[in-house]
Nanobody, 114 residues
Framework: VQLVESGGGLVQPGGSLRLSCAAS????????MNWYRQAPGKERERVAAINSDGDRTNYADSVKGRFTISRDNAKNTVYLQMNSLKPEDTALYYC????????WGQGTQVTVSQ
């Protein structure tokens, strides 16, 4: 199993980024997928979830209305569109299956700063 996150970077407050997570080694279309983040000195938290079919989503209150999770089962990829970014969104972002059944990837760093 491999999870490869990409798309992070440095962005100003109010800006946008689109993260991607390419999955391999398991039947992607059978798993709900989640995006998580971990800021320095804080525990990892789940920010968004999507079911296996892609027709149900769930968000942490801190990102609701600003982030959108989606998936393409044909490409074995899950996305996180992040708009109206705030400094408190700065973190290392990861994806994993629902319940975190897989080894964590390297993550992708998102830094929101002037």
């Amino acid at each position: 199993v491999q999870l490869v996150e990409s798309g992070g970077g440095l962005v100003q407050p109010g800006g946008s980024l689109r993260l991607s997570c390419a999955a391999s080694g398991f039947t992607f279309s059978r798993y709900g997928m989640n995006w998580y983040r971990q800021a320095p000195g804080k525990e990892r938290e789940r920010v968004a979830a999507i079911n296996s079919d892609g027709d149900r989503t769930n968000y942490a209150d801190s990102v609701k209305g600003r982030f959108t999770i989606s998936r393409d089962n044909a490409k074995n990829t899950v996305y996180l569109q992040m708009n109206s970014l705030k400094p408190e969104d700065t973190a290392l972002y990861y994806c994993n299956g629902a319940g975190s059944p897989f080894r964590w990837g390297q993550g992708t760093q998102v830094t929101v700063s002037q």
